[in-house]
């Protein structure tokens, strides 16, 4: 492939750049994601498109250069509704990561639920750090996660053993010290064989439009929200509203914002990891907009048809009783 044409167009700079079309921007990165783009044309190709401002072609480009690739993960029958599927990159700093609360939470309510991720995360506190203190193993073979998927319902597997090439995609922010097209296709792809919920996270109002129109482009499904520190689980504080993204279309939900309390716990995963155990033992104990956020998922993997539905299943699996 000729990288110099396509690398000048969109390294013009601001006003002059133009933006890769899907069809190029798959064939840019399935080079990227095979090993046989030379570093240096991968460095400016990741630079430029940050510099440039990265658009919806060329991360649909990315995703189709990556699923071609990628050797999708067979997930077990489902009890009910779709495998909920959940990217974990951030960690939490300023308040409890509840991810590993919401997923233990949703596989009581019958759900299967896959986590990836990062299994550290620099002065964060990493979803797989709290899920370790809770005994839930980190698959470190495919052959893992199929055998915990089976058995839990639960699985959390780092990038780098589901998909080794996107994994040394993301590596490249340490050399380049800036976030790239693979940092969103992560928090947004479906690794598995079929049809799945993902639950989509973002930080910056922005990156709104852009993961609505992928999971447009791609027919996917999933319930976006701003996330909690970037993370794709409500706050203790609040739920901001959640768009359903299903069937080439979007839905606001209202009502969320209103879910209001205070930090259950401390930040640290040991802090977080006993407040968890506590919660699932103790349901009273689930902050508010944790359990609005349950509702949302359940009618959107197709477990139940309607939220009267979800707080029933919630009152039968939990043991929680929530007023209308």
């Not at 658009?55 to 990315?62: A, H, Q, V």
């Not at 495919?142 to 995609?169: G, N, Y």
Request: charged share 15%; hydrophobic share 50%; glycine share 8%.
């Amino acid at each position: 492939m000729h990288y110099a044409p396509l690398l000048k167009e969109i390294a013009r700079g601001q006003h002059g750049a133009r933006p890769l079309s899907r069809a190029d921007s798959a064939g840019l990165f399935a080079d990227a994601l095979a090993g046989t783009m030379p570093d240096g044309v991968l460095g400016a190709l990741l630079v430029a498109l940050r510099m440039k401002g990265e658009t919806l072609d060329e991360l649909l480009g990315l995703h189709d250069a990556w699923r071609a690739a990628h050797v999708p993960l067979a997930m077990p029958p489902p009890d009910r509704g779709l495998p909920v599927v959940i990217g974990s990159y951030n960690g939490a700093r300023r308040q409890p990561n509840l991810l590993p609360l919401l997923a233990l939470l949703l596989t009581r309510v019958g759900l299967t639920v896959l986590i990836h991720g990062v299994r550290t995360s620099a002065g964060r506190v990493a979803t797989r750090e709290i899920l370790a203190e809770l005994g839930i193993d980190t698959a470190e073979h495919l052959t893992d996660a199929a055998a915990a998927l089976c058995a839990r319902h639960l699985a959390f597997v780092p990038l780098e053993v589901l998909s080794p090439s996107l994994a040394r995609l993301l590596a490249w922010r340490e050399l380049l010290g800036v976030r790239h097209l693979g940092h969103t296709l992560v928090k947004v792809m479906n690794p598995c064989a079929g049809p799945a919920l993902v639950l989509a996270g973002y930080t910056h109002p922005p990156y709104r439009a852009l993961m609505e129109q992928y999971f447009a482009g791609v027919d996917g499904d999933a319930v976006l929200m701003r996330g909690a520190e970037g993370e794709a689980v409500a706050s203790a504080h609040r739920l901001p509203a959640p768009l359903w993204c299903h069937a080439g279309t979007a839905t606001a939900l209202a009502g969320f914002e209103e879910a209001r309390g205070t930090a259950p716990c401390g930040l640290d995963a040991v802090a977080t990891a006993a407040f968890t155990r506590h919660a699932l033992a103790h349901p009273a104990a689930i902050p508010q907009a944790l359990r609005a956020q349950l509702i949302t998922v359940l009618i959107a993997s197709r477990a139940v048809p309607d939220e009267s539905a979800a707080r029933a299943l919630m009152h039968d699996a939990l043991g929680l009783t929530l007023s209308q």
